[in-house]
């Protein structure tokens, strides 16, 4: 058995769909319990981000994915938050070895989305993880017929919000199987690894 958590920030509804579409990947492998973890405005005071619930989750895991829209070219303040909530564990180095993901998405194709796949890698390497890129060829490329990395990402997982403004929430079809792929090899990757350590 191995854990999968997912801990995002999501604003008008589009990063959640996409962390659902990676959970419902990670879900697919065999002996995966995946956890959704929304940042939520109740986990903030003063500005700062706080919860040893989630932090408690987040240390049993085998896997953590971090998700966040692009807002002017980098996280959401949001996300940031919590990420400088983690120096405690970074001190101690307590996600040490532990597989990395991240998700992002924006309203435009590009939306410099690269810098904020990048801020979060860089996260994951300063507390020590191993992290996991998508493993998938861009859409022209591969032919894919759904549009799976249809943005060309190679880092993590990009999409767009094609939603129109005040309307509900949607996702592309193949931001949704990329997602959903990307959700599946992260879990692979950590049953692999759960098996190496109990063998």
């Given at each position: 058995m191995s854990t999968v958590s997912i801990v995002y920030f999501s604003g008008t509804g589009t990063t959640h769909l996409l962390?659902?579409?990676?959970?419902?990947?990670?879900?697919?492998?065999?002996?995966?319990?995946?956890?959704?973890?929304?940042?939520?405005?109740?986990?903030?005071?003063g500005g700062r981000w706080s919860d040893d619930a989630v932090l408690?989750?987040?240390?049993?895991?085998?896997?953590?994915?971090?998700?966040?829209?692009t807002f002017m070219g980098g996280p959401a303040a949001q996300f940031k938050a919590f990420a400088d909530?983690?120096?405690?564990?970074w001190y101690t180095q307590g996600w040490r070895n532990k597989l990395a993901g991240g998700f992002t998405i924006s309203g435009s194709p590009s939306g410099d989305?690269?810098?904020?796949?990048a801020y979060l890698s860089i996260?994951?390497?300063?507390?020590?993880?191993?992290?996991?890129?998508?493993g998938v060829l861009p859409a022209l490329a591969s032919g894919s017929p759904v549009g799976e990395n249809r943005l060309g990402?190679?880092?993590?997982?990009?999409a767009q919000n094609t939603s129109a403004p005040n309307?509900?929430?949607t996702l592309h079809p193949g931001d949704a199987v990329t997602g959903e792929n990307y959700?599946?090899?992260?879990?692979?990757?950590?049953a692999r690894l759960a098996a190496v350590e109990t063998a």
């Open positions: 962390a659902e579409a990676i959970a419902q990947g990670a879900r697919s492998v065999e002996g995966t319990d995946v956890q959704l973890l929304r940042i939520s405005p109740e986990q903030f005071q408690a989750k987040l240390a049993e895991s085998d896997a953590i994915v971090f998700g966040t829209p909530a983690t120096g405690g564990v989305k690269a810098s904020t796949l996260l994951a390497a300063q507390h020590g993880m191993t992290w996991v890129n998508l990402s190679y880092v993590g997982v990009m309307s509900a929430p959700g599946r090899r992260i879990a692979e990757l950590a």
